[in-house]
């Protein structure tokens, strides 16, 4: 039973416009959640989390919503650029229960081309 | 400051042997946690270690187990291996141990390929 579900294998968008990836959980203990990129032949790369006491975190090009009643979250990139082309994964764990120690709940990740 | 490696990079084993997997922390890290990555999958993690103690596991069988050593590096073993273990294994080492929201640094990682 997947409890972090990234639906979309892939997506592509052209440079300069706005990279929307989604996320869906199902395990109502997760209480952070994180976002990780992934080049070939490299070990994924943090990028952005939030905590479930906030709706939105941003970090230059990059911004998480977290939408907690409907389980979902998003990684909005822009704009977009070549070198943001990579796998992407959704990570969740339930870290304020004391779950820190039962690691990372991953998705399956997508693979973002942006187009020139 | 140097980051998390791992050794080997590629390894090939045939079905019943044993495995080790070897993971060097970055510097200053005192926890580390290990992913097997199937193709096509997300990490699914397997256990973590902080200072050199089992302190979480995943769904994995006994027969994958670890070690930790006081300078922080730490060992991956699966023994009786089967044609499932085939994937890539990711270590990530962070700080502080459980019920801490620092970041998880992860390594290339070690391909093994189970025939």
């Known amino acids: 039973d997947q409890q972090v579900k990234q639906n979309s294998p892939s997506l592509s968008v052209q440079e300069g416009r706005i990279s929307i990836l989604n996320c869906d959980y199902t395990n109502s203990m997760f209480d952070y959640f994180l976002w990780y990129k992934k080049y070939p032949a490299e070990g994924p790369t943090f990028l952005i989390s939030i905590s479930s006491i906030k709706d939105k975190n941003e970090d230059g090009r990059f911004t998480v919503f977290l939408n907690k009643s409907a389980k979902h979250l998003s990684l909005h990139i822009v704009p977009s650029q070549p070198g943001d082309s990579a796998v992407y994964f959704c990570a969740a764990v339930a870290m304020y229960s004391g779950g820190g120690a039962d690691g990372l709940t991953f998705g399956k990740g997508t693979h973002l081309i942006i187009q020139p | 400051e140097t980051g998390v490696t791992q050794s080997p990079t590629h390894l090939i084993k045939t079905r019943g042997q044993q495995v080790t997997l070897r993971c060097s922390s970055q510097s200053g890290h005192n926890t580390v946690s290990w992913y097997q990555q199937a193709l096509g999958q997300g990490p699914q993690f397997i256990f973590q270690y902080y200072r050199e103690e089992e302190n979480g596991r995943g769904n994995f069988p006994p027969r994958f187990s670890g070690l930790q050593f006081p300078n922080y590096s730490s060992e991956l073993n699966v023994n009786a291996l089967e044609l499932d273990d085939s994937a890539l294994y990711l270590c990530?080492?962070?700080?502080?141990?459980?019920?801490?929201?620092?970041?998880?640094?992860f390594g290339p990682g070690t391909r093994l390929t189970v025939l």
């Open positions: 990530a080492s962070s700080l502080a141990g459980q019920s801490s929201t620092d970041t998880q640094y």
